[in-house]
């Protein structure tokens, strides 16, 4: 247990507390006080540290948002803000209507597994895998921007997720694999 203050670099002065709790777990806080004394923040410290020790830690989740919650929040600070092209625009919000929000839409961002992707790629078995592909980019793109917002309780679950999203060498799926004359003749192995 222990209360260190130090001057912080634009005003004022930082509080840094470290404890363990009751069941030998180690616990840190830290918060910028806008106090004059370094004495006055001292005492805060402590103050802080005696009511950490008695009722210990509160953490402050935030609720993750369902897939269908945080489509528009996408569209909007992901696509729109990149000032992304109307058909770009258009063909993310299309695949969210047709693909993404009726079979996961009604999951929490961090509740999405393996499973859920495997069922969406069963489902989409007849389509082309130019179509898999571009489904599982959105959902890749979708749960890139959910990692690096406020969740950060669900980031790891999240960041876990995508890695096996996508496959690594461009998101091919299944065993069709275009050869590398694939610009001339289109032609597919597998």
Do not use: C
Not at 31 to 39: G, P, Q, Y
Not at 116 to 127: I, P
């Amino acid at each position: 247990m222990s209360v260190t203050v130090r001057p912080y670099r634009s005003g004022g002065f930082e509080v840094d507390i470290q404890w363990r709790s009751q069941d030998g777990r180690r616990h840190r806080e830290r918060k910028r006080l806008d106090i004059t004394s370094k004495s006055a923040a001292q005492r805060w410290g402590e103050g802080r540290e005696r009511e950490l020790l008695v009722r210990g830690p509160t953490f402050r989740r935030k609720e993750v948002p369902t897939l269908e919650q945080f489509a528009s929040r996408f569209m909007d600070g992901h696509a729109r803000a990149n000032q992304l092209k109307p058909s770009g625009i258009a063909h993310k919000e299309l695949v969210l209507k047709n693909h993404l929000l009726p079979m996961l839409g009604a999951k929490r961002l961090d509740a999405i597994t393996d499973e859920d992707v495997q069922q969406l790629k069963d489902r989409l078995r007849h389509r082309k895998p130019r179509t898999v592909n571009n489904v599982l980019t959105v959902l890749s793109m979708m749960l890139k921007k959910a990692a690096n917002d406020a969740w950060h309780h669900a980031r790891h679950r999240l960041q876990s997720l995508l890695q096996r999203v996508v496959p690594p060498g461009g998101g091919e799926t299944g065993s069709l694999k275009w050869k590398s004359s694939a610009r001339r003749g289109r032609e597919r192995t597998g």
